[in-house]
């Protein structure tokens, strides 16, 4: 099965992958951030979701 770039959410809502646009896009509005915050977050504590959201105080 391939990997549907249309689809609004991630497949799988505990890591938060930056290499795909349409997490970036969903991520960022899901958490009110820019991208840069997110890339930052992501940077400094690694990929899980609920690692990145404690970082950016959601």
Same mark, same amino acid.
């Given at each position: 099965?391939?990997? @549907?770039?249309?689809?609004?959410?991630? &497949? $799988? %809502?505990?890591?938060?992958?930056?290499?795909?646009?349409?997490? +970036?896009?969903?991520?960022?509005?899901?958490? @009110?951030?820019?991208?840069?915050?997110? &890339? $930052? %977050?992501?940077?400094?504590?690694?990929?899980?979701?609920?690692? +990145?959201?404690?970082?950016?105080?959601?």
């Amino acid at each position: 099965m391939t990997d @549907d770039k249309n689809l609004r959410a991630p &497949r $799988d %809502a505990e890591r938060v992958n930056v290499n795909e646009d349409y997490e +970036v896009r969903y991520w960022c509005r899901k958490w @009110d951030v820019s991208e840069q915050q997110l &890339r $930052d %977050a992501v940077k400094r504590v690694g990929v899980m979701s609920r690692d +990145v959201a404690k970082a950016l105080g959601k």
